[in-house]
């Protein structure tokens, strides 16, 4: 992240202060900037013909102060319905938790005194994800559970070497940085320019898939994704808001993928139930083990994953055990299936 960059998350974070007072918590105050952000970064990229007329960030600067907070919950309700299918996804069910109009109206006007044109210069994906770094690291946030470190995600991502020829997918996306960082290595170790038609639609509509299941954290993988250039095809590719353990997660797995990268949640199920998916071979409760079996069930042939998972998925017994050996009879046969249709 560049000094400019670095400044800019800076004084961003900073405007949280302005909102304690309003008993706004870390998470809702990045969730509240998203919105705030989405309307004044459209702008700033002469992207705002996707939000509606009447409700852009200049209509909502102009307004007088006393008036600011009530056109600004009409906006944040208008949005959820009206617009482009990316406005509609990061304003859906949206509501603010701002309560005092000053308040609303220092944000405005600090977001609006920023060098934007540096943050344009450098790119507004770094300067979000230096917002989102920032929530992950605060630990009253709770937000370090969507949040994988980047060194981390780049090492994963260096040691796997997608390529143009992947289908990714990252089935517990949280804010999206597996696919992003898989997006940064593919096009620098290729060069787009010769990129075919074929390839060019495929990177645009059939390469990156993902799933969150708190709306919250969904919208910011969206806006993640577009300001790193990865605002996906709605009838293909994305981050879909959804439950993997569910009926959501049949869907997913049967895409297929021929990379896999995640971090997915550990521990049991809320209440302890079992997922409401019909498509595992081992029920279970235990979320890593589930995940699992998404896993190595949604890969293509010969595909590959790079997955976050706690120690005791290697040694647990009962239903652990079997997985594992569904696991390994999996890796057997393509193995076997691979030596027999090798050319001698």
């Known amino acids: 992240m560049s000094t400019t960059t670095h400044d800019i998350v800076a004084k961003l974070w900073n405007l949280c202060n302005i909102l304690k007072d309003d008993g706004v918590t870390y998470h809702q105050y990045v969730t509240e900037l998203t ?23 200049n209509d909502l600067e102009i307004k007088a102060a006393p008036d600011r907070m009530e056109f600004y919950k009409i906006l944040l309700i208008h949005l959820g319905s009206a617009g482009s299918r990316l406005v509609k996804e990061i304003f859906a069910n949206a509501s603010s938790f701002i309560r005092k109009p000053a308040t609303l109206s220092t944000l405005v006007s600090e977001i609006d005194k920023l060098d934007w044109y540096s943050a344009r210069q450098e790119g ?21 559970q969507y949040f994988t470190p980047r060194p981390l995600i780049d090492s994963m991502v260096a040691v796997m070497r997608p390529t143009l020829e992947d289908i990714i997918q990252d089935p517990a996306a949280g804010t999206g940085g597996f696919l992003i960082a898989a997006n940064r290595y593919i096009r620098e170790h290729s060069d787009s320019d010769s990129w075919t038609e074929a390839q060019q639609r495929k990177y645009r509509r059939g390469m990156f898939y993902g799933m969150e299941h708190v709306q919250d954290t969904h919208r910011l993988a969206l806006m993640n994704l577009m ?16 439950d993997t353990l569910g009926s959501d997660g049949e869907a997913l797995s049967e895409i297929g993928a021929t990379l896999m990268l995640t971090n997915p949640p550990f521990g049991t199920k809320k209440g302890g139930g079992l997922p409401t998916r019909t498509d595992f071979t081992f029920p279970t409760s235990n979320k890593q ?40 009879d999996i890796a057997l046969r393509e193995h076997v299936k691979t030596f027999v249709n090798s050319p001698l």
């Open 289 to 328: 083990f589930c995940f699992l079996q998404h896993i190595y069930r949604g890969l293509k042939p010969g595909g590959r994953a790079a997955v976050v998972l706690p120690d005791n998925v290697l040694f647990e017994g009962n239903v652990g055990k079997q997985i594992r050996a569904d696991l390994m």
């Open 124 to 144: 507004m994906g770094d300067l979000y994800e230096g917002l989102l770094e920032k929530n992950a690291n605060e630990k009253k946030s709770g937000a370090g």
């Open 35 to 57: 919105y705030l952000l989405f309307l004044k970064m459209a702008k700033e990229t002469g992207t705002e013909d996707q939000i509606p007329e009447g409700y852009r960030w």
């Open 227 to 242: 300001l790193h250039g990865l605002d996906s095809d709605p009838k293909a590719s994305g981050i879909r808001y959804g």
